[in-house]
């Protein structure tokens, strides 16, 4: 949203009202129905600060309260409303039963506000778009496809199995995740207690020196002092700057899409994020392929529930690729995601008219390289934890001891 100032004609004075809207042209459409008098022109400007902080503060707010429904909770849902579906229960009786059911604060919110919605004549894709924080694109994708193919039962038994997958493939990445994390954060609990604690006791006898200290001893020194003198506000600092940080994420596209730059750069979150968007991707592409819907839709859907924005932008133009008339094969290949063996998988699906069993082997081919990653993810961070501790333990030996070295050898001298 844009803000913008109104210069309004009333009773012969000029006055102006600042407001907001999506476009210029919207602009003046809202201030000849918003305020009284002649409107004299409508020109773009920067929000006054105190209404900056006002919307800053409600976003923060408003992120803070959003809570996502637990993945258990929601395939346990999904898998119920496509059983009672399949039984010929209508959506609205079928969502509300299962609201009044589940013991899930959330969840209850969400699927008894979709009834609602679907009692007062809304669409459940209209209703379930509400809520893409809490469901996810996946779903919402799904939910599209069900109602384009009137197979609703079957959609939303589809997306249970992927959100079942996908749940599998979180438990595994934090089942490879949790013996690197539990090792770091010991080495930093250690680290910050020996410089609270330890490095002051060595303080005093090195201030007797009067001589120049070696550079790991004078960082220790720096350190030492930062976390005891400035502790507090050092915390404070970082806990600012992760809410502001995701602030700029969730409402500043540019920023996002420069963070996700930045993601797909670094060692090791590159091909995590690559690999799991493909297979995603992929996934929802083959099937809505399947349910018979033409390619250039498939990949409008398929596209839209792609988290990385410079991932999703290569995507895109595939489906302009598409629409000009071009194949789809030729398309996926100007991505330079795809290899060339996949390529060539899609070009004989899409020459034999069998392109959707052979997404479908593309799909698992992804998913096989996705689970190799994750499965070899410990190994693979096992050398940048090294380094790490290495690093950390030379720092507080050579800070500590090449000092004392030095006095030994001064004493030795003397003697």
Do not use: C
């Not at 090294?386 to 003697?415: D, E, T």
Request: proline letters at 3%; glycine letters at 6%; aromatic letters at 10%.
């Amino acid at each position: 949203m844009k803000y913008f100032i109104a210069t309004i004609l009333t009773k012969g004075k000029k006055n102006q009202q600042g407001f907001y809207a999506e476009s210029k042209k919207e602009a003046h459409y809202l201030a000849k129905i918003k305020f009284s008098g002649m409107v004299l022109k409508v020109t773009e400007a920067s929000p006054p600060f105190e209404d900056q902080f006002r919307r800053f503060k409600e976003n923060v707010f408003a992120n803070i309260k959003k809570r996502k429904l637990k993945p258990d909770a929601l395939i346990a849902a999904i898998r119920q409303l496509a059983v009672m579906t399949n039984a010929g229960i209508s959506i609205h009786d079928s969502l509300k039963e299962i609201a009044d059911a589940t013991a899930d604060n959330v969840l209850k919110t969400v699927l008894g506000t979709m009834a609602e919605d679907i009692n007062a004549g809304h669409s459940l894709s209209q209703s379930a778009g509400k809520f893409h924080y809490e469901l996810g694109s996946l779903s919402l994708a799904m939910i599209e496809l069900g109602e384009k193919t009137g197979n609703m039962a079957e959609a939303l038994h589809k997306l249970a199995d992927m959100l079942e997958e996908i749940r599998r493939n979180i438990i595994k990445f934090k089942k490879a995740m949790a013996y690197p994390r539990n090792v770091m954060i010991a080495m930093a609990v250690a680290f910050t207690i020996l410089i609270s604690y330890v490095v002051p006791q060595f303080k005093a006898i090195f201030e007797q020196l009067h001589a120049e200290l070696p550079l790991p001893t004078r960082i220790l020194l720096f350190l030492e002092h930062l976390f005891n003198t400035y502790g507090p506000f050092v915390l404070v600092l970082i806990v600012i700057f992760v809410f502001a940080f995701r602030y700029m994420v969730d409402h500043n596209r540019e920023f996002r899409y420069k963070w996700h730059q930045t993601l797909l750069r670094t060692y090791l979150i590159k091909n995590i994020i690559k690999f799991a968007t493909l297979n995603r991707f992929t996934l929802v592409f083959s099937e809505l392929v399947r349910a018979g819907i033409p390619i250039s839709e498939a990949l409008e859907t398929s596209i839209a529930m792609i988290d990385s924005l410079p991932l999703q932008e290569k995507l895109m133009t595939v489906r302009q690729t598409v629409e000009k008339g071009g194949t789809l094969h030729n398309g996926l290949a100007e991505t330079a995601l795809f290899e060339n063996m996949i390529i060539q998988m899609i070009s004989a699906g899409e020459a034999s008219g069998q392109l959707d069993s052979m997404m479908q082997k593309v799909m698992e081919y992804y998913k096989m390289r996705f689970d190799a990653i994750i499965d070899g993810l410990s190994e693979a961070i096992e050398p940048i934890m090294l380094f790490i501790i290495a690093a950390m333990v030379i720092l507080l030996a050579l800070g500590i001891f090449l000092p004392m070295w030095g006095m030994g050898s001064a004493v030795n001298g003397r003697g």
